[in-house]
């Protein structure tokens, strides 16, 4: 995974799957998962399957941890199927805006500097209100980061239910 991500792609199946989950955290508190596929030279990630949560993920009102263990099996059944790794993450925000907070990109530059990771950009989605005092409406926002710093990419995909594909600029 090398270059500057200019996009980010969604197959319909990993779309449904971040808009269903995201829709059924009623719960009051975040959610999220992981984001397999692969980064092409061209700069656009393509993002095969994204994962659910599981079922010992930490989950509160301005907090998500992925449970790592079923990320795990989801990656090696990705892998297995068509080759698809781990290239970053989704959640939601429930009170503030669809832009990473500053655990988030903690979190990313973490990441980034694992070495047996080796990632050379982490990919994120957030989805979160239109407006902060809203969860009725939602948007989705794109993310890269790398050592350099985090920057807004367009998400692309073919199912509806990402209503907001433009970054926040």
């Keep these: 995974m090398t270059g500057a991500v200019r996009r980010i792609v969604l197959t319909p199946d990993s779309a449904r799957t971040v ?5 059924e955290a009623d719960d009051g508190a975040e959610t ?12 656009s990630a393509h ?15 301005d907090y998500f941890l992925r449970d790592l263990a079923h990320a795990r099996l989801l990656a090696d ?6 080759g698809s790794i781990w290239i970053g993450e989704w959640h939601t925000h429930l009170r503030s805006d669809a832009v990473p907070s500053p655990l988030d990109v903690h979190t990313y530059l973490t990441l980034l500097s694992d070495p047996v990771l080796a990632f050379d950009v982490v990919i994120a ?11 009725a409406a939602t948007r ?26 433009n970054p926040v600029t």
């Design 19 to 23: 808009q269903h989950t995201a829709a």
């Design 32 to 43: 999220g998962g992981i984001l397999l596929g692969r980064v092409d030279r061209d700069g």
């Design 47 to 61: 993002v095969r399957h994204a994962g659910t949560p599981g079922p010992a993920a930490i989950r509160a009102p």
């Design 77 to 82: 059944a990705a892998f297995r199927a068509d």
């Design 125 to 135: 989605i957030v989805v979160g209100p239109l407006f902060p005092t809203s969860t």
């Design 140 to 165: 989705a926002t794109g993310w890269a980061c790398t050592a350099a710093g985090l920057a807004a990419v367009p998400i692309e995909s073919e199912h509806p239910l990402i209503p907001n594909r």
